[in-house]
Structures are given as C-alpha cells and as structure tokens.
C-alpha cells in the first residue's frame, strides 16, 4: 500500500533503506477517521505527532461569535505538527474534511527517529518550513491579496501540494465545500461562488464536484502573482 507520508519525505530528502523501514514501522497502523472526526481540539494536552494517510482535515479556531477560520488545509502525507508536544495545551483544534487514515506516532517514538535517523530529521525540518511558508503565503493572502487573487492562488497552492512531479493533465480533487473554501480565505460562500464564476468563464479552470481542471495554468498564476518556491516542492503547475 503506498504510504503518502514517506513519499513526501522522499521528495525533500534522499532517505536510506533503514530509513524508510523506520517510517514505514513508525506508520504501520492507521485508524479510520470519519469526516468531521476532530483529531484534536483547542485546549486539549498535545499528545502523538498525527499523520494523514489519507483523506483531508484543517486547522481551524472558533471565534467568541462562533465564527471559524481555517488556517491550513493537511492533505494525504502530511504530519500535524512536530513540535506541538512542547506547548503545555493546543492553541486550535484539528478536524477531518473527509473520511481517511491517521496514523500517530508516539512523541517518544518521533524523537528516537530525529535522533536516530538524520535523513527523517532533515525531511520532517523541511516539510515544517513548508508548512510555515505556507502559513507566511495565507498572511499575505489575506492582508494583500484581492478575493480573485486569494481564490487563485489557493487553487495554485492545492495542486501544487497534490502533487508530487511534472504532469501533463492538470485536474486534481479538491474535496472541500464552498463554505470551507470562504472560512480558509476570509470571504462570504457567496463571494467564493462570485470568484470561481469569473475564473471559469475566462476558460482559466473548470470544475466539478470534488474537482478542479486548471485549463490555462499560465493566466492562473498571472492572476494569483503565484511563485511556488515557499512550498519546498519540485512539483510544478503545467505549463
């Protein structure tokens, strides 16, 4: 079975064998999750290193008025957070999108590996400054952006992130609902809806339930101002 965490790895790292037999130990048995399945919630002790195997979950904080904002979106392959063990409790809650697999590693476990292994260490540096130059691309996003340029450049980001080399056809799931898409950029699901009109009746995407086909990747990133270099990747948007 493929294991998305250590193909993640792989693409920042060289890893050894003994490497990959540590990882693949380490992540040997996933749960099942449901979707909405909070992994985590703010306030809790934090506890094991959690690694999407599968499926799609989100950081989030609910406000006093009851209001959410996301501020990450972990796709299959992704670890929730490596150093969380040292706060004394979570500061926001992490919730399953969709059903999938979650594997979770010991903090003990997590330590002997970095310690053991430099190749895992390395990778798993890597992959957090990724997630915090993602985290720094939202800030500016939300600060800086427009509406059509933050609704760009997250849809740039997300292919990016879901996939991990060159490809020819440009269609990648997104399994997330309007009303997730506008608690992630800070806008209404109405405007959201208003955002991917004007994209899709310029040709620039087209879109499908759960998906999304980048049909001009070239007028999307123009519109999103979009540079992938704070995501640590080597995959590309197509040409």
Known sequence: MQNRFIDKLSHYVDLSAD???ALTRATAVGRKVVAKTDLIREGDRPGPVFIMLDGWAMRYKILPNGSRQIM???MPGDACDL?????AEMDHSIQTITSGRVATISRTEMDEMLDQHRGIARAMYVAQLADEGTLRAWIVSMGRRSSLERV???????????RWSDVAEAAF???ISQI?????LGMT????????RHLRTRDIISMRRGSISIMNPSALASVAGFDENYLHRRARLPA
Do not use: Q
Request: proline share 5%.
């Open 19 to 21: 490497e990959v037999a």
């Open 72 to 74: 990450a979106f972990l």
């Open 83 to 87: 150093h969380i063990g040292l706060l």
């Open 152 to 162: 760009a450049h997250l849809i740039c980001e997300l292919f990016v992130r879901a």
């Open 173 to 175: 799931e997104v399994p």
């Open 180 to 184: 997730i898409l506008a608690d992630a």
């Open 189 to 196: 699901p109405v405007h959201i809806n208003r955002m991917l």
